[in-house]
């Protein structure tokens, strides 16, 4: 059985999200674990060719998982239009395991929606799975936790290329590659001067220099996209521009509100009144901004004047964590979801429409071989903090020699204790060149 220790020496992070160490997830008791296979982001794919490709070691994390936190049972949630990937997965798994087929709408991969589509069991505002007995790791996770039952840390990222290259495709690469060596392992753009998206259209953020920025343990997808698109113009707009369109657009409509799937949770999450908020001044604290999960459906689907309901709920959400007061008993309809749910909630081929995304809606397949080439890298530049929590304290120095899993940097200890964190490993075998600003670069 892995143990905890195991886990954090990989140093095993949320691979689909913000990076929650997950050794300090698993430190928990549960009924059951819940695996995010929805990936209901547009365009990308990896989650599924992981699946596809590796299902006994996606299995054996999940169960090591179950096992840990002491759960009778393990949920997969994947999307019923997947029918071939669910034949596919059902003969790898165990008799504590079972698939929920789930609707192909977004944010079906949100952790609070998808406790809520497989369990039937609503997180309170402010909460998180375990309050209602369930732990939730993506699939990639799993895949990493199966790895560190046979002690071999996380050294390589899987994610998407896609958009405007010449071969959409989903492959593994080590930490530390620049994001224009990804582009170029995907054939390269098709366009002249493309925006980089990184992650998903809907979370995702633009990246202006790729040739700089590297894949780290929570990267999950890179989208080139035309400068002039749509999404990258929305992308690009200034605060103040957000702020002066809505107080002159904005309508009070609601649907933002209408439409928001932690509304439609029974959470107090109404972003048309933090709309409203910005006519009576920059201190105004609106009670609920705090539980956005910032999906950005109320930006990129849900507002018919195109406002931006996501970053102003986003900006009221800091001024709450600035201000250090808490809504300590926030309203909770529970039953709004057994309600309103099933006829509110927005398809993704809907919403690739909206995003002005189809001409770039197609599958990208893993490719080994491109994958392989790529785990070859010469030079990789790895960040010390690739988490939630403090940077790792470095443990090597330039001119050292070290082999692909060697550790580069654990958690860091303040007043004699460990802080919230996970180990880094060199991800190519090399000598290192330099230690500056929080990265170790390793060249073979």
């Not at 790791?137 to 199966?146: G, I, P, Q, R, Y």
């Not at 200034?238 to 932690?262: F, L, N, V, Y």
């Not at 999450?269 to 956005?292: I, W, Y």
């Not at 030079?379 to 899993?405: D, F, N, S, W, Y």
Request: charged content about 20%; aromatic content about 4%; hydrophobic content about 40%.
């Amino acid at each position: 059985m892995v143990t905890q220790e195991q886990i954090s020496r990989a140093g095993v992070v949320g691979a689909g999200g913000a990076g929650f160490p997950t050794h300090v997830k698993l430190n928990a008791k549960a009924d059951t674990v819940v695996c995010n296979a929805a990936e209901c982001e547009p365009l990308l794919h990896k989650d599924k060719e992981i699946l596809r490709h590796f299902p006994r070691q996606v299995v054996a994390g999940l169960d090591a998982a179950r096992g840990l936190v002491g759960a009778g049972r393990v949920v997969i949630g994947i999307k019923r239009k997947y029918a071939d990937l669910i034949d596919h997965l059902t003969p790898f798994l165990t008799d504590s395991m079972e698939i929920c087929p789930l609707d192909d709408v977004y944010p079906a991969g949100d952790e609070f929606i998808l406790v809520y589509e497989t369990l039937g069991r609503v997180i309170p505002p402010g909460g998180i799975p375990i309050q209602v007995g369930a732990v939730v790791m993506n699939v990639e996770t799993a895949l990493n936790v199966a790895g560190a039952v046979q002690d071999e840390p996380v050294t390589s990222k899987f994610l998407t290329v896609t958009g405007c290259v010449a071969k959409p495709v989903s492959i593994r690469v080590p930490l530390g590659v620049t994001l224009a060596e990804c582009i170029e392992a995907a054939g390269g753009s098709t366009i002249d001067s493309p925006a980089c998206l990184v992650g998903g259209p809907m979370m995702g953020y633009l990246e202006s220099n790729p040739t700089n920025a590297r894949v780290t343990k929570t990267t999950g997808g890179i989208i080139l996209l035309p400068q002039d698109h749509p999404l990258v113009v929305s992308m690009s707009r200034p605060w103040t521009s957000i702020t002066r369109i809505a107080k002159s657009g904005c309508d009070q409509c609601s649907h933002c509100s209408e439409m928001c799937p932690r509304n439609l949770l029974g959470h107090p999450v109404e972003p048309h009144k933090a709309m409203r908020s910005l006519l009576f001044g920059a201190d105004v604290l609106v009670p609920g901004t705090q539980f956005c999960s910032g999906c950005n459906l109320c930006s990129r689907c849900s507002c018919p004047e195109g406002l931006d309901p996501r970053n102003v709920m986003q900006a009221n959400r800091r001024k709450w964590a600035e201000s250090g007061q808490k809504w300590t008993d926030p309203t909770f309809h529970r039953n709004r979801a057994d309600m309103h749910m099933k006829n509110r909630q927005t398809p993704i081929p809907r919403l690739v429409r909206r995003l002005g995304l189809t001409d770039y809606d197609v599958h990208a397949d893993w490719d080994e071989k491109i994958s392989a080439q790529m785990m070859n890298s010469p030079m990789v530049a790895i960040p010390l903090r690739q988490h939630i929590g403090a940077p790792c304290e470095c443990v090597v120095k330039p001119g050292q020699t070290v082999k692909a899993g060697d550790v580069l940097g654990v958690p860091a200890t303040k007043d004699g204790k460990t802080q919230l964190g996970a180990s880094i490993h060199a991800s190519i075998d090399g000598t290192v060149v330099s230690v500056e600003s929080g990265v170790v670069t390793i060249q073979k």
